[in-house]
């Protein structure tokens, strides 16, 4: 079984031992003692607890309290003697250690205590002496005992202080941190809504009219096919090349400034209109807004991508039969309704991954709006997508 050894001493403190201990030497060759008279043994008695009191230096820092006792023991032994001015000045570096290094217990208690022994030492010598000179040695008991522990309550104060200061500055950190984290996440969820809107419903397209490209024997047929796939391509890489600049040059607005708003609407139903023809869809645009204030951005370019996303879903899952699209708005909130016949139809149909809906719900979210989307009753047999949105600045968002 290994045996714990007891811990080394610290460098410094290794230090302060052997100078304590020379400077005690000299002094005591120069035989310069503290007091003079009828004393308790010879001149080399004093050698004894400075040897003692350099032994608890080399504890200061890793057993305070241990030599804070051995050293009290020397400090008591030295006042038998002819006294050595090291010995008491190293006792001073122990309590100040014991205060500096020792238990948050020992550093609150060792001040009251030391303040409590040179009161008591003062009175005494006053009751003894009845002499102004008596409060000297109460003085000097302060200055021995009391001044280095309030000296180490100061600075372990200081150092508590900027030890909590670094933990404050580190939290802050790594709040800053988790924030920054946050924000590249959300920005790349934005990022990813955008190019999923942007190209989504172009694929789509393409991917429906080149399968009946192949499948068709007509030419006529591939030839307009072949050209609705041109048309869409051409779009979705301009498109894609606005959203890669805009990325490349790091601007700072929160949507590009030629972000579509309702006012393309027209064009987008229209242009979904050309594309769903093959697949017996007819895409309707109703608009029952009355006109009023001006829609805030965000909201309109939101409305813009929900309207988009759900014309490309119908174009991809949809029966033959209407898709209509609905605006209106009541007090402050703009609706956007898209619904289509839900069912099975033949011919091609582009895959989903459901990453539309996924898109469609977080925009609505990030506004603060309200979104549903599903089935109607079975009568009915429709799917219908459903969002509302705040058009007051001060609601989007909140």
Not at 71 to 77: D, E, H, P, R, T
Not at 175 to 189: G, I, K, N, P
Not at 200 to 227: C, M, V, Y
């Amino acid at each position: 079984m290994p045996t714990l050894s007891p811990p080394r001493p610290h460098r410094d403190d290794v230090l302060i031992a052997v100078l304590g201990l020379l400077g005690g030497l000299v002094l005591w060759l120069l035989s310069l003692y503290m007091r003079t008279g009828d004393v308790l043994g010879g001149t080399r008695l004093p050698l004894v607890p400075l040897v003692v009191m350099s032994a608890a230096e080399l504890l200061r820092r890793t057993s305070p309290r241990t030599a804070l006792t051995i050293g009290s023991v020397a400090l008591v032994a030295d006042q038998c003697t002819h006294g050595n001015l090291a010995t008491v000045a190293m006792y001073t570096d122990v309590m100040y250690a014991a205060v500096l290094y020792g238990t948050p217990a020992a550093a609150r208690r060792i001040p009251v205590v030391t303040f409590l022994i040179s009161l008591v030492v003062t009175i005494g010598s006053l009751a003894w002496i009845r002499s102004p000179e008596a409060l000297l040695a109460g003085i000097v008991t302060a200055l021995v005992v009391f001044v280095p522990a309030l000296t180490g309550v100061s600075v372990r104060n200081h150092r508590d202080a900027a030890e909590a200061a670094r933990l404050r500055a580190d939290q802050t950190a790594l709040l800053a941190e988790m924030d920054r984290t946050q924000a590249v996440t959300a920005e790349r969820a934005r990022m990813a809504r955008e190019l999923h809107d942007l190209v989504a419903n172009h694929l789509s397209a393409i991917a429906i009219h080149s399968t009946a490209a192949l499948s068709l024997g007509d030419p006529e047929t591939s030839r307009d096919a072949l050209g609705v796939i041109r048309e869409n391509s051409v779009e979705g890489l301009a498109e894609m090349r606005r959203l890669i600049g805009l990325l490349r040059t790091g601007a700072a607005d929160a949507e590009p400034t030629s972000s579509p708003s309702l006012g393309s609407l027209d064009a987008l139903v229209e242009q979904h209109r050309a594309a769903a023809a093959a697949g017996g869809l007819t895409c309707v645009l109703e608009d029952t807004r009355d006109g009023g204030a001006p829609l805030p951005a965000p909201v309109e370019l939101a409305a813009y991508r929900i309207v988009q996303e759900s014309l490309t879903n119908a174009l991809k899952h949809a029966a033959p039969g209407p898709v209509t699209v609905r605006l209106g708005r009541t007090g402050r909130w703009l609706t956007v309704e898209v619904s289509s016949v839900l069912g099975d139809r033949a011919g091609p149909r582009a895959p989903g991954s459901g990453a539309g809906l996924v898109g469609m719900r977080e925009r609505v979210a990030l506004l603060g709006g309200e979104f549903a989307a599903g089935s109607t009753s079975a009568s009915d047999g429709m799917w219908r997508v459903r969002a509302e949105l705040p058009v007051d600045e001060g609601e989007v968002g909140s």
